[in-house]
């Protein structure tokens, strides 16, 4: 199985604040990862997929980056709505597994 | 406007069975992959499995593997997940999601559902 670590495992950043979250496959994934962000008692939403591709409807201050292990989500000015956990998940094989997570709270 | 809605969640003792189901609606539902995802209280995200939009392949991920079923009538736009012997740890907000077109692997999850919760609990 392919195992998914995503650090940090929480932060405290500012509105306004450049934020970057990494998330690192055990093995290459080639560009086949995607990212979520999930509100408290909300479904997860897509941000990111296929490692850079931003979804439709989602700010362009949202960027991710990376292939084969290495992976990083960009937040390039957080704002009050992006306050929320965020994860990696790697489509390349199955099992199809998810990071633990990032929290994502108020400085 | 792309659509899913879980149904069938409620407590269950352990050992006991429940089945699932996700209505869909909004998108051709024969054509696309479907997953299930799970959440346990206050924790991560678990995927939990997935079928073909077919319905030919399916997959589920090691710590359900010969407890629970997938399946799909796609002549009813809705996708079920059969769960037997349940146990304490499957405790947790199930949601389905839509897949890629025609097959779960190389692809993202979007929609989700709101998800349904499943308590296992004597």
């Known amino acids: 199985d392919i195992q998914m670590t995503q650090s940090p495992s929480s932060l405290s950043a500012s509105v306004g604040d450049r934020v970057t979250i990494t998330c690192r496959a055990s093995?290459?994934?080639?560009?086949?990862l995607n990212w979520y962000q999930q509100k408290p008692g909300k479904a997860p939403n897509l941000l990111i997929y296929?490692?850079?591709s931003l979804q439709s409807g989602v700010p362009s201050r949202f960027s991710g980056s990376g292939s084969g292990t290495d992976f990083t989500l960009t937040i390039s000015s957080l704002q009050p709505e992006d306050f929320a956990t965020y994860y990696c998940?790697?489509?390349?094989?199955?099992?199809?597994?998810f990071g633990g997570g990032t929290k994502v709270d108020i400085k | 406007e792309v659509q899913l809605l879980e149904s069938g969640g409620g407590l269950v003792q352990p050992g006991g069975s429940l089945r699932l189901s996700c209505a869909a609606s909004?998108?051709?539902?024969?054509?696309?992959?479907m997953t299930w995802v799970r959440q346990a209280p206050g924790k991560g995200l678990e995927w939990v499995s997935g079928?073909?939009?077919?319905?030919?392949?399916?997959y589920y991920a090691d710590s359900v593997m010969g407890r629970f079923t997938i399946s799909r009538d796609n002549s009813k736009n809705t996708l079920d997940l059969q769960m037997d012997s349940l146990r304490v740890d499957d405790t947790a907000v199930y949601y389905c999601?839509?897949?890629?077109?025609?097959?779960?692997?190389?692809?993202?999850?979007?929609?989700w559902g709101q998800g349904t919760l499943v308590t296992v609990s004597s």
């Open positions: 999601a839509k897949g890629g077109e025609y097959q779960l692997l190389q692809n993202w999850f979007d929609p």
């Open positions: 909004g998108f051709t539902f024969s054509s696309y992959a």
């Open positions: 079928i073909s939009n077919s319905g030919d392949s399916t």
């Open positions: 093995q290459s994934i080639s560009r086949f």
């Open positions: 296929a490692a850079s």
């Open positions: 998940q790697q489509s390349y094989s199955t099992p199809l597994t």
